[in-house]
């Protein structure tokens, strides 16, 4: 197959891409058609890599009011919602609502995706349910599932047992959650754990770092410190650390030079945090998003992630990636021209960094030829206009497309 006339990632020269059996065979700028291919001309059409989604809760998606609603809107009670919900939970229950959303995600041009998963359940239903779906969708999507205690490793009662059997059914990544551990001490030890259990068993890292206003929230200089120490550095991700928001400057700092040498990743989300962060300020009134200029400045890799899709801690979603970057860019003043041209790297090339896709990911020659298209020239102009998806390519096979609407005004 043979496509024309296509603007990859930002280009203004437009080139064609060959695909065979499923990769990328060639890319350039006057490619003739063999006899018999099927040529695509996509018109001058934005090409990027497939979308990825960094951060999501799988598990918990379309829930949202069942069976209370979060009425404060906060990290806490949303956590606590989830626990009277955890109740009814059945493998058919998730399977018929995680199907609907990877859907949802699909027409959006998503073919990666992170969840974590909550294993502070005694019958770990959602983890077995979860890594059964990994098969059953791997045509559609790619999923990396995190073993996530959302109630605590050293706080909920045989956590560490329960995250080590995760690990052991299959999860991809190891998690934490040290902000809600019940003390200091708490939050320390299960990071040590938990990186400690992602080491020997050769697993990723993504931990719930922080995410809270309270600037005495510290575990992110646990977490780097230990990434550098057990050599496991860019296998870690550092998710939310909106604390950093409320961080004193000279902290900062000091603290810069720890995350650079440990070149852990990190992903903010923008929805979900201008949502729940800044619930006990009056005005001032903090947007709680981590420093991703800050550290986008530095070096270090950041991604954007939806988080919640329509559950007890975020009432809405559709797993469009663009919401996510569109309100990332607002909050984190990242409005510059180049930095609204090069902010589909959020969700794309570095997220696939976070979920360590190497080279299996990425327009190239000899990769897996997976792709989107969009109805824009650039990425300025596709995030501007809420541009449609047109189509979405995974390995050489067309698995969603969209009709852009048309509309006209009739006074």
């Keep these: 197959m043979l496509f024309q006339n296509a603007l990859i990632e930002n280009s203004t020269t437009t080139t064609c891409i060959r695909v065979e059996n499923g990769r990328f065979a060639a890319i350039g700028p006057e490619l003739t058609p063999n006899p018999g291919e099927e040529v695509v001309d996509l018109q001058s059409k934005l090409v990027l890599p497939p979308f990825i989604e960094s951060h999501v809760h799988l598990d918990t998606c379309l829930t949202a009011g069942d069976p209370v609603w979060n009425m404060s809107g906060t990290l806490f009670e949303g956590i606590e919602c989830w626990a009277k919900r955890k109740e009814k939970l059945s493998k058919a229950d998730i399977k018929e609502r995680v199907n609907r959303a990877v859907r949802m995600y699909a027409t959006h041009g998503v073919q990666h995706i992170r969840t974590h998963v909550d294993v502070t359940d005694p019958s770990l239903v959602a983890m077995e349910t979860m890594l059964e779906l990994r098969e059953e969708l791997r045509e559609l999507v790619d999923i990396q599932v995190v073993a996530f205690p959302q109630e605590g490793i050293l706080s909920y009662p045989n956590g560490k047992q329960l995250m080590t059997d995760a690990v052991k059914m299959g999860a991809d990544a190891v998690g934490a959650i ?87 990743n990190f992903v903010s989300n923008p929805l979900v945090n201008t949502h729940l962060q800044g619930r006990m300020d009056t005005y001032p009134k903090r947007r709680g998003v981590t420093r991703v200029k800050e550290l986008t400045a530095e070096g270090l890799n950041v991604s954007f992630g939806q988080d919640d899709i329509f559950d007890p801690w975020y009432p809405m979603g559709v797993g469009n990636p663009r919401d996510v970057v569109f309100m990332g860019l607002h909050v984190c003043q990242m409005m510059g021209y180049q930095e609204i041209m090069d902010s589909y790297k959020f969700i794309t090339t570095n997220a696939a960094k976070t979920l360590h896709l190497g080279e299996e990911y990425g327009i190239e020659v000899g990769r897996p030829a997976s792709f989107v298209v969009m109805d824009a020239k650039n990425y300025y102009d596709a995030l501007s206009a809420n541009a449609v998806m047109l189509c979405s390519y995974r390995k050489g096979r067309k698995i969603a497309e969209n009709v852009p609407a048309s509309s006209k005004v009739l006074a």
């Excluded at 019940?182 to 931990?207: C, G, H, I, P, Q």
């Excluded at 992110?220 to 550092?238: H, I, P, Q, W």
């Design 178 to 264: 040290p902000h809600f551990e019940f003390t200091r001490e708490y939050s320390v030890e299960s990071l040590n754990f938990a990186l400690r259990l992602a080491a020997e068993n050769d697993k990723l890292v993504d931990v719930h770092c922080d995410e809270i206003d309270d600037e005495a929230s510290r575990g992110l200089e646990t977490v780097a410190a230990r990434a550098l120490e057990l050599g496991l550095f860019d296998k870690v991700t550092a998710s939310h650390t909106t604390a950093m928001h409320s961080y004193n400057n000279a902290y900062v700092v000091r603290l810069m030079r720890l995350l650079k040498m440990s070149r852990i």
